[in-house]
């Protein structure tokens, strides 16, 4: 038996959403504004659940600005479990809000021991996918956790609302809300608070306003200790809203790992590797034999090829057809699996090409 693991800094074995709902205290999103039902993560129930998503709603609505808080940790490769996150905020930029993108090395050294500079090494591939996913590094704030900026004045506020956010919190709260803990992982967390909150201070912009931060639904401890500790610090702060996302499964089942390559799938991988890939790893839904698949049909919640259709055929009728067909034991599991590579090289294709160009636009941007 799989022992379930479930953290801000590692997640393994099954996910029960349903009782993280209820032990989190988030909200399950149920009717949505017709421009949310319009997006793909929104329609299809990847992004599943929110907190105080209403602010940021009303904000749309009266087309009034807001901020879109995301960060990115540069360990291991950029997969596609990991575009869900720039995905939102991508969707939350077109209707308005203005995107700030934390650059996790301070996390990445003191939750996994990896060097700052391996941590810019790996940004800037992270951020070459970003911007070829659509990301516009001048409509951004985008910077590194040890390093805000040159700007003094926005810098030393940002630095300096981590060190007094600290006299508002105490060891055990971090130690009730992430469990086991050490003086690292309670700086890096101070420092993810000063994250969500330092865009509503004057230096960056004077009047503040509220805030939006996507995220899988593992990060959610971060949010609750950030919303906390600022609630002390000073009732003038608007609290952070948040939306979290399911976890994109492995190829094996499971979250997608960036440390196993047989469990994920690169933005960088050829055709050749990603046919191999899923062919011999990704688990099928089918039945153990042809007669019984045929007689009983396939079962799509465990079919990972399936779910990996769920974001990449943006078709709702196709995509009810092949459910329909799989599930009438029509359509066998190779089949499926020969659909879904199709669709994710032909995505990837036109990735890489935009990808090509995305690496000259990050060079300069880190030059």
């Known amino acids: 038996m799989v022992k379930t693991i479930f953290n801000p800094w590692e997640v393994s074995g099954n996910v029960d959403y349903e009782r993280l709902v209820k032990e989190f205290g988030i909200e399950r999103l149920k009717k949505l504004p017709k421009v949310f039902e319009e ?16 602010r940021i709603m009303l904000r749309i609505k009266d087309r009034k600005p ?19 996150v720039l995905m939102q905020a991508l969707f939350y930029q077109k209707l308005g809000g203005r995107v700030y993108i934390s650059i996790a090395d301070v996390e990445a050294y003191n939750a996994r021991g990896q060097s700052l500079e391996d941590s810019r090494k790996i940004a800037k591939e992270y951020l070459t996918d970003y911007v070829a996913l659509g990301l516009d590094l001048k409509k951004c704030d985008v910077y590194f956790q040890s390093e805000r900026g040159k700007d003094s004045k926005k810098s030393n506020a940002y630095y300096r609302l981590q060190n007094l956010f600290a006299k508002h919190s105490t060891f055990n709260e971090f130690k009730g809300v992430y469990g086991e803990i050490s003086p690292g992982k309670m700086i890096s967390s101070l420092l993810q608070a000063a994250d969500m909150y330092h865009p509503q201070l004057k230096e960056f912009g004077g009047k503040p306003v509220p805030a939006i931060i996507p995220v899988g639904v593992d990060q959610d401890p971060h949010i609750r200790i ?19 996302h399911v976890f994109l499964p492995g190829l094996k089942g499971g979250k997608m790992s960036a440390s196993d390559q047989n469990s994920h799938i690169c933005l960088t991988e050829t055709p050749a590797q990603i046919k191999n890939k899923i062919n011999k790893y990704a688990f099928s839904g089918g039945r153990e034999t042809l007669a019984e698949h045929r007689k009983k049909g396939g079962n799509v919640d465990k079919d990972v090829s399936y779910q990996y259709l769920r974001l990449f055929e943006e078709d709702d009728s196709k995509l009810i057809e092949i459910k329909e067909l799989y599930e009438s034991g029509e359509m066998l599991s190779g089949e499926m699996k020969a659909y879904a590579i199709e669709k994710i090289n032909l995505f990837l294709k036109a990735h890489q090409v935009k990808r090509a160009k995305a690496a000259k636009v990050v060079e300069g941007f880190f030059a």
């Open 39 to 54: 997006n793909i993560l929104f329609r299809r129930g990847f992004v599943f659940a929110a907190r105080d998503i209403g």
């Open 66 to 84: 807001f901020v879109v808080m995301t960060g990115l940790m540069p360990t291991g490769k950029f997969h596609i479990g990991h575009s869900l």
């Open 226 to 244: 950030a919303r906390d500790i600022a609630r002390r610090f000073n009732n003038k702060l608007i609290p952070i809203s948040s939306s979290y």
